[in-house]
């Protein structure tokens, strides 16, 4: 072998070496080399009632492949918080009836464009009261109520205005629910820097960070959040995403504490939940009555994560987005009550006119 052929594959060598070195923590992703017990749950242990789904084509859609999976994960009920309103949502609801009518129910939907003018709150409280009666089940109100809507004055529409305050009695006199999501995590409004837990999440979504006073800082779009539900506790809330506290179970508690009225739903929080297992299952115990299963996204492959956390004790396993969490997960061994009342149970109880008989035995 020629001195040239020994010197070029020396440099190769080098050249690959410091490539190595050089990785991205994005591209950086070992195999963990622990061997632990444990193993993928790809079905629920029981019947569970997802309250956080999302089937934005309902009206028209062939719901066969969707049921088919909802089957392999044993999901025995979708509830479809894109139920919009009027006709598409009467679509919706025609389309469940005559292809799957114990399978999915859906939630109206309210536009807060023209909020604060003239005959707008009337309108609209009018049409919910139409739509609860066309068979929609609840209320979902998305995130961009408090971020996006403005008043015809030019102020922002907080979460809690008082000019909303009809919707909220009109909910508590109907007896449906409102799940409601206000805000993202609060990392999303930190400074984006090494020191922020979502920089990686923000790196690959940019779209997704805002300054801090963007269009108000994070604290006080969930205080109006807290505000609402102290105001109107005859209705009954189910706070998305854990209300994004997932990361403070404790200051989550005092919440549920003081507000009776309201529930939390552990959709697109799971892995704040899988890095603290002892904590987080002494949570689930002592607030059982409170918590409800929800996905958020349908993705079918994700959901074994969520059932993986909720039922087993494994060790040190991953979570299915490494942006979202580049931290192993534990599962919570949740005991068969609690875990009965996260599935389905407190959904039962809290949707209105869900079918029963998927859960008999």
């Known amino acids: 072998m020629s001195n040239k052929y020994i010197l070029l594959l020396c ?3 080098i050249s690959l070496a410091l490539s190595a070195q050089d990785l991205s923590f994005e591209a950086y992703n070992p195999t963990s080399t622990l061997v632990v017990p444990g193993k993928k749950i790809t079905r629920a242990k029981y019947p569970f009632i997802d309250v956080h789904g999302h089937q934005y084509r309902m009206p028209t859609q062939d719901l066969s492949p969707v049921v088919a999976a909802m089957d392999t994960l044993n999901m025995a009920i979708m509830v479809n918080l ?7 949502l009467q679509q919706s609801v025609q389309n469940i009836a005559n292809n799957y009518p114990n399978r999915f129910v859906v939630f109206a939907n309210i536009d807060f464009s023209d909020a604060g003018r003239e005959g707008w709150i009337k309108k609209t409280v009018a049409q919910l009261k139409e739509d609860v009666k066309n068979g929609a089940r609840g209320l979902k109100i998305y995130k961009s109520l408090g971020l996006r809507y403005k008043k ?7 979460v809690n205005d008082p000019i909303l305050d009809p919707i909220w009695e009109t909910c508590a006199a109907l007896k449906i629910p409102v799940l409601i999501h206000t805000a993202d995590p609060k990392s999303f409004w930190d400074p984006y820097d090494g020191n922020n837990e979502r920089w990686l999440e923000l790196k690959t979504h940019p779209r997704r960070k805002r300054e801090a006073n963007d269009p108000a800082p994070w604290e006080t779009l969930i205080s109006e959040q807290h505000q609402l539900f102290r105001k109107h506790p005859n209705t009954t809330f189910i706070n998305a995403h854990m209300g994004w506290l997932a990361n403070d179970l404790a200051q989550l508690g005092r919440l549920l504490d003081e507000l009776p009225n309201m529930n939390v739903g552990i959709g697109a929080i799971i892995a704040e939940l899988g890095r603290q297992p002892r904590f987080a299952r002494a949570f689930f115990i002592k607030y059982q009555d409170r918590i409800l299963f929800g996905k958020d996204s349908w993705k079918p492959e994700e959901f074994p994560t969520y059932f993986r956390v909720l039922e087993s004790a494994d060790e040190y396993f991953r979570y299915h987005k490494k942006y979202h969490a580049f931290w192993p997960m534990y599962g919570l061994d949740l005991p068969d009550e609690v ?3 996260v599935y ?3 959904a039962l109880r809290i949707v209105p006119g869900l079918d029963h008989s998927a859960f008999a035995k």
């Open 11 to 13: 440099c190769l060598s």
């Open 82 to 88: 894109s139920g919009r309103s009027a006709d598409l």
């Open 152 to 158: 015809p004055n030019g102020d922002r529409l907080a």
């Open 339 to 341: 875990l009965k009342k």
């Open 344 to 346: 389905y149970k407190n």
